[in-house]
Every structure is written in structure tokens, then in C-alpha cells.
């Protein structure tokens, strides 16, 4: 999916997932809170409604509101 807007990529050795818009590192979530206050910050309205439409987010290396070390 190579317009989707949001990436969460795959969960890191320690524990949380990257998370960049528009290929843009925006930081480490630890939680489904973390990211929503990620994607508040970038100005996007309702992010909690976002968070599984695949038009908006791409869930990459592990499955969707995973959030454990690798």
C-alpha cells in the first residue's frame, strides 16, 4: 500500500513500533493511546476512528494493536 498516509512498523527489540506519516518518523508507540496522541499531534481529527481503515494506516511486521518486543 504504497499512499497509505500512516505506517506502524514492525514491533522493535525493546518493545513499542515506529510510526511515521508521510514517511515522516513522528516516534515509538508503546500503545494504541501512544499512537493516537502521535496522530492528534499531526493534526488529524478523530485518529482513534483511523487507526484500523486501511485506507489511513498500514499495520507492518506484526498484527494490528501489537505492541510487545519482537
Do not use: K, N, Q, Y
Amino acid at each position: 500500500m504504497a499512499d497509505v498516509p500512516i505506517v506502524v512498523h514492525r514491533p522493535s527489540a525493546t518493545g513499542g513500533r515506529r510510526v511515521t506519516i508521510r514517511d515522516r518518523i513522528v516516534g515509538l508507540a508503546h500503545s494504541d493511546h501512544d499512537l493516537i496522541v502521535f496522530l492528534e499531534a499531526a493534526g488529524l481529527l478523530d485518529p482513534e476512528g483511523l487507526l484500523d481503515d486501511p485506507a489511513w494506516v498500514e499495520w507492518r511486521g506484526a498484527r494490528p494493536h501489537h505492541w510487545e518486543a519482537a
